[in-house]
């Protein structure tokens, strides 16, 4: 008998063997939907912190990206340098801002219609996690931390300027792996020269050994026929 109608097939079926297959259908959703949430990618999300700048705790929003610094510091810089804002690090050897990197007077609309200091410290979360990066934004006006007098949404504004920044760290990230790739072929390159410049040397020094090799026996058989002549020259048979 052929069956052409699922609503048919259902209502034949006994109700036990119902009951089974639809525990049986939601068990699956709930793995799907379980898996699928294990499997998406986390994105990190900024947070408000402290830090010490200037001699003085401040307010400072902060993020964690796994990342390497080098990647982070690039894609910050080169962000709000394309806004036309140069930039210094502190240092000094009793500097204890030292590590800070500071954009005067600047202007990030994504942040705030208002110029300030904005203050960056970018820093590794720990000696063995080379790819995990804190970064920390202090906001500055007229030498006074600024955040505590922002309002929420502004504090916002600073907090998606950190989300949004990943696309700008990928693509530094990216960089660094190219420029570091780039430096192995030219480090391999450089190694591969060497040695068939050695081995050019090696081949010179077979060929002029091979060429003292042939002299040399030249010079054991004329050494012998010349022994062997003032030896046909004794008198006395010895």
């Known amino acids: 008998m052929f069956i052409t109608n699922r609503d048919d097939y259902l209502w034949r079926i006994p109700l036990g063997q119902k009951t089974i297959k639809n525990k049986q259908m939601k068990r699956l959703l709930f793995f799907s939907c379980f898996a699928f949430i294990f499997s998406a990618p986390v994105f990190s999300q900024s947070y408000e912190s402290n830090i010490t700048y200037g001699k003085k705790k401040q307010k400072a929003i902060a993020i964690d990206y796994g990342y390497p610094q080098e990647a982070v510091q690039d894609a910050i810089?080169?962000?709000?340098?394309?806004?036309?804002?140069?930039?210094?690090?502190?240092?000094?050897?009793?500097?204890?801002?030292?590590?800070?990197?500071?954009?005067?007077?600047?202007?990030?609309?994504?942040?705030?219609e208002e110029r300030m200091d904005y203050v960056l410290k970018i820093e590794r979360k720990s000696r063995k996690d080379?790819?995990?990066?804190?970064?920390?934004?202090v906001l500055n006006k007229g030498g006074e931390d600024a955040i505590p007098a922002m309002s929420?949404?502004?504090?916002?504004?600073?907090?998606?300027?950190?989300?949004?920044?990943?696309?700008?760290?990928?693509?530094?990230?990216?960089?660094?792996?190219?420029k570091s790739q780039d430096d192995a072929v030219v480090k391999s390159e450089k190694k591969f020269k060497d040695l068939q410049d050695q081995k050019v040397d090696l081949e010179k020094k077979l060929q002029k050994n091979t060429e003292d090799i042939e002299n040399q026996q030249k010079q054991i058989e004329s050494q012998r026929t010349a022994l062997e002549g003032l030896k046909g020259k004794r008198k006395v048979v010895m």
């Open 77 to 112: 810089i080169q962000k709000i340098e394309k806004l036309g804002h140069t930039w210094k690090e502190e240092k000094g050897l009793f500097n204890k801002d030292k590590g800070f990197i500071v954009f005067k007077d600047a202007f990030v609309t994504d942040v705030s």
């Open 130 to 137: 080379k790819d995990e990066t804190t970064l920390y934004l």
């Open 152 to 178: 929420a949404h502004d504090v916002g504004k600073a907090k998606v300027f950190l989300n949004n920044l990943l696309p700008e760290i990928e693509e530094a990230n990216l960089e660094l792996q190219i």
